[in-house]
Structure formats: structure tokens, C-alpha cells
């Protein structure tokens, strides 16, 4: 009976009604774009920000665990999780550090695409993740 009725009514309320539904799937699926793009260049940035903030605390107190606090802390601000943090000697001998990072995108359609078998693909695009170096 519900459809009998859409069959009745006039084109055009059916036609915006298709429009809409169109461009709401379309809005959805930007917006979900953009954060996963954001999410994959920013975490980059911040990493090697991270480890340039950490390599100034370093030339200061030459002590890496308060480098990898600072690090870590950036990061923190950043909404981002710091992975990994290490050091090694550059050929100069100089400290080289190297932090790893990851975000997370928040979607709002791309994140139901696990329950399609896609969950080790969606993790990973959600949950990007970056290095930066610092010498």
C-alpha cells in the first residue's frame, strides 16, 4: 500500500525526494574522504614535528626519556598515539631520533564497510599511521 502511494504521487516530490537522498549519500561520503585524507597527511606532519620537538629537548638535557616525553606529549595534543620512539648515530655523529605515530579517522559510512569482510582494509585506512626523523 506504501508503495502504491509514491506510485501516485507527482513526479516531482518523487524526483527531490531521490535528489536529496542522492546528495545526503554523496555529502557522507566527502565528508568520510576528507577525514581519512586528513587523518593520513596529518599524522605524517606530526610525527616529524614530534621529533623535531623532541630533538630540541635533547640538544637541551641530553636525556631521551624526557625526548620522548615531549614527543609524546606533542602527540598527545595532536590527538595522535605515539608508536614508537627510538635513536640512533647519524654518520656526522650526530643523535638522529625517530618517533612513530598513529591517528585515527573518525568516519561516518566507511567504518560500517568491516561488516562486508573489509575489517583488516578498514582498520588500517582508519588508523594511519607515520614517521618522522629529527637530527
Known amino acids: 500500500m506504501?508503495?502504491?502511494?509514491?506510485?501516485?504521487?507527482?513526479?516531482?516530490?518523487?524526483?527531490?525526494f531521490w535528489l536529496v537522498l542522492g546528495?545526503?549519500?554523496?555529502?557522507?561520503?566527502?565528508?568520510?574522504?576528507?577525514?581519512l585524507f586528513d587523518a593520513?597527511?596529518?599524522?605524517?606532519?606530526d610525527a616529524t614535528t614530534a621529533a623535531s620537538?623532541?630533538?630540541t629537548e635533547y640538544a637541551q638535557t641530553l636525556d631521551l626519556a624526557a625526548?620522548?616525553?615531549v614527543a609524546q606529549q606533542y602527540l598527545i595534543k595532536a590527538?595522535?598515539?605515539?608508536?614508537?620512539?627510538?635513536s640512533s648515530t647519524g654518520l656526522d655523529g650526530t643523535t638522529v631520533l625517530t618517533v612513530q605515530a598513529r591517528a585515527h579517522a573518525d568516519t561516518h559510512a566507511f567504518?560500517?564497510?568491516r561488516y562486508v569482510g573489509l575489517k583488516k582494509w578498514v582498520n588500517q585506512m582508519t588508523n594511519p599511521a607515520g614517521t618522522g626523523t629529527a637530527n
Open 40 to 45: 593520513h597527511q596529518s599524522v605524517k606532519t
Open 23 to 35: 546528495l545526503a549519500i554523496f555529502a557522507v561520503v566527502v565528508l568520510d574522504g576528507l577525514a
Open 67 to 69: 625526548a620522548k616525553l
Open 79 to 86: 590527538n595522535e598515539k605515539l608508536v614508537a620512539f627510538s
Open 53 to 55: 620537538e623532541a630533538q
Open 111 to 113: 567504518k560500517l564497510l
Open 2 to 16: 506504501h508503495s502504491a502511494r509514491w506510485r501516485r504521487q507527482d513526479g516531482f516530490i518523487r524526483e527531490a
